[in-house]
């Protein structure tokens, strides 16, 4: 029987301010689908990003959000999830669904993984974007046991998971970030060095030779300062300096790219292994009730969070 549920949709492009909360009605899971009913929505800049103009294969009204955590309340016939057979009831995390800002959704069953134990809902629903991104970062740039990576953006969603990701694979990570997020960097494992004006010549004076660096700011200064230090274009890569990447010829990445998507769909079930194993923390800044998202939303682009923010329904 087809479940009432409340989702969040952007009726028009443009701003969260004209976003709508509204009732809908959840269709059955057919074959390779489930049905779950969300705990926890996860937030992200994209969730904002992608409705705020119109786009290629989006049409209006755009239902907002990729990332969720709940429990399975259907299962279509002859039916598994990414990690393998499931059971109503069973609690799991998805990313890259369409509708995430919502109580419950019908959603492709692949998409779906075991939830990680020791993660609440909350942060469980903010594992997989900032974790893929993270991860597909430390490959395309080949980082591997005993290099010395330049991390700008280390104390955000994503820093963060660089910093744990470079840690298991026994790589050192400077990481930029602000006088408030020096200690989180320090507490994942990176060697904290304050963005701004000098920043080149605090890299310098740390005598340690720069391998690689992954941008996730996307400013002047992280560009600059990376080109600076890293000879091999290669072993730069961005995800919010896509213009600058095509002028000087090194590597920008974003999850609409088809071998971004393709490389972060096949690292999901691993973060979630890595994350159910208590190797990978997500850190939580705040929650909020699913009716306040354009609240958090406009928190979310306004603020230093210092962690990622759920909606819960």
């Known amino acids: 029987m087809p479940l009432a549920a409340q989702h969040w949709i952007a009726p028009a492009w443009g701003g969260p301010e004209q976003w709508r909360l509204v009732g809908t009605t959840v269709p059955d899971p057919g074959p390779g689908e489930i049905t779950v009913r969300v705990r926890a929505a996860g937030m992200n800049p994209a969730d904002r990003k992608h409705v705020a103009a119109p786009r290629p294969g989006a049409a209006l009204p755009v239902p907002i959000g990729y990332e969720v955590s709940g429990e399975i309340v259907a299962i279509g016939p002859e ?16 990313f890259r669904v369409q ?14 993984f075991r939830k990680p134990a020791p993660l ?10 900032a974790g893929t991104t993270a991860a597909e970062m430390l490959e395309r740039v080949q980082a591997q046991s005993g290099d010395t990576i330049l991390l700008h953006g280390a104390s955000g969603a994503v820093g963060v998971m660089v910093l744990q990701l470079a840690a298991l694979r026994g790589v050192r990570v400077i990481g930029t970030a602000s006088e408030a997020g020096a200690e989180r960097v320090r507490r994942f494992g990176g060697i904290p060095i304050a963005y ?41 890569v961005t995800i919010a300096a896509p213009g600058r990447a095509a002028e000087h010829g090194f590597l920008s990445i974003a999850g609409s790219q088809p071998a971004s998507a393709e490389f972060r769909d096949g690292i999901r079930g691993e973060l979630a292994r890595l994350a159910d194993e208590g190797l990978l923390e997500v850190p939580l800044a705040r929650t909020y009730p699913l009716a306040d998202a354009v609240e958090a939303t406009l928190f979310l682009a306004e603020q230093h969070p210092g962690g990622k923010l759920a909606l819960l329904p």
């Not at 039916?79 to 998805?94: L, M, Q």
């Not at 509708?99 to 779906?112: I, V």
């Not at 609440?120 to 974007?129: D, G, V």
């Not at 941008?215 to 600076?228: K, R």
């Open 79 to 94: 039916t598994r999830i990414g990690s393998g057979e499931a059971r109503v009831g069973d609690e799991v995390i998805a």
């Open 196 to 236: 701004g004006p000098g920043l080149l010549d605090r890299v310098r004076a740390l005598d340690l030779p720069v391998n690689a660096a992954l941008d996730a700011v996307g400013t002047d200064e992280a560009v600059d300062v990376s080109l600076a230090l890293v000879d091999d274009l290669a072993r730069i």
């Open 99 to 112: 509708g995430g800002y919502a109580s419950a959704l019908t959603m492709p069953a692949e998409k779906a």
């Open 120 to 129: 609440s809902h909350a942060e469980a629903a903010n594992l997989l974007l």
